[in-house]
């Protein structure tokens, strides 16, 4: 069986490769993005393998149906970027990999609130140039902080336990609250309750019609006057001219993001010899409390090896006819 393989970098073809060697499959890897641009060189494969920002779009789909092709692998786990309805119509199976580490998300995301916190971007610069000055470094401790996370999965759950052992006080909003806690230490709020109380709040629900863009202008008007917003989500959920806007009148104290909105053709690539076109971006790095990091959180060793492993098994189940339910998007 011949998978084409899009978006992919060395890092990942290094992977591929050697989970592979228990698969057997034909891997062609295309460092190109997949788009309407780029459908041909899925030609006389049996499946294609895509990735964040990826192009799965009505057009795309359709494309590639055309060409035989009945099996989209993600080898991520948000498919906010497939038109569902028309995979749908065109008979195409979507798998995914759900869950690959959500520690990696978790810890990434402590990384980034403690950044903001005690400026280690700051200070890092600072004395690789000799500056052993601490004017502007004043931090700030988490314990006691209340600390609102939009959304309870699997990410959430993990760095819920994180937190706990800051003494952080942790709040939470879900539409689909855990029937169980366990041993975390939360409470749930409504949403508007979570933006009126919360010293930092960090995103972990998915990007849908509901939750585009509902970081804007009047959501912030809701939240503390300081306050800090943390994304290792999809740039969707915040509307960046907004965050802007809040961190020019200081409403916001703090930003973190991992993704963007915008980041498709950004992010992923080394741009550092390039003019970046994206003026909201370059606003946004020229703030000293604004931290970017380029779509990173995912990726460990750990989340690595288990995105490929299960990308590669998800394969295996569909052309073996016992189809792993539990990572199907649609079929
Ligand atoms: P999950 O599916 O385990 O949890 C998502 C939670 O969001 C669920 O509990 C769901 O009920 C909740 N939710 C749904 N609609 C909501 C709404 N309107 N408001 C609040 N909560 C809502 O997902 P997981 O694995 O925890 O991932 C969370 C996010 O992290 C996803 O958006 C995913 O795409 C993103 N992600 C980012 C990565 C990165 O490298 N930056 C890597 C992996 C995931």
Redesign the pocket.
Known sequence: MKIALFSIKSYDEDFFKKANKDFGFELSFFETKLSINTTELAKGHDAICAFVNDDLSSEVLTAISDLGIKLILMRC??FNNIDLKRAKELGITIMRVP?YS?YA?AEHTLGMILNLSRKFHKAYNRTREGNFSLNGLMGFELSKKTIGL???????QVLIKILNGFGARVIA????PLADKGNLDFEYTSLEELYQSADIISM????ND??FHMINSETISQMKDGVIIVN???GGLLYTKDLIRGLKTKKIAGLAI??YEEEADIFFEDKSTSIIEDDSLMRLLSFPNVLVTG?Q??FTDVAMNNIVETTLNNAKSYFSEKLLDRNLVSA
């Open positions: 786990a948000g869950e959500p998300v939009i959304g309870t999965g699997k990410i959430a909003f879900d539409p689909y972990h629900c998915p990007l509901k939750t290792t989500s999809r991992d993704v779509h959180a995912f």
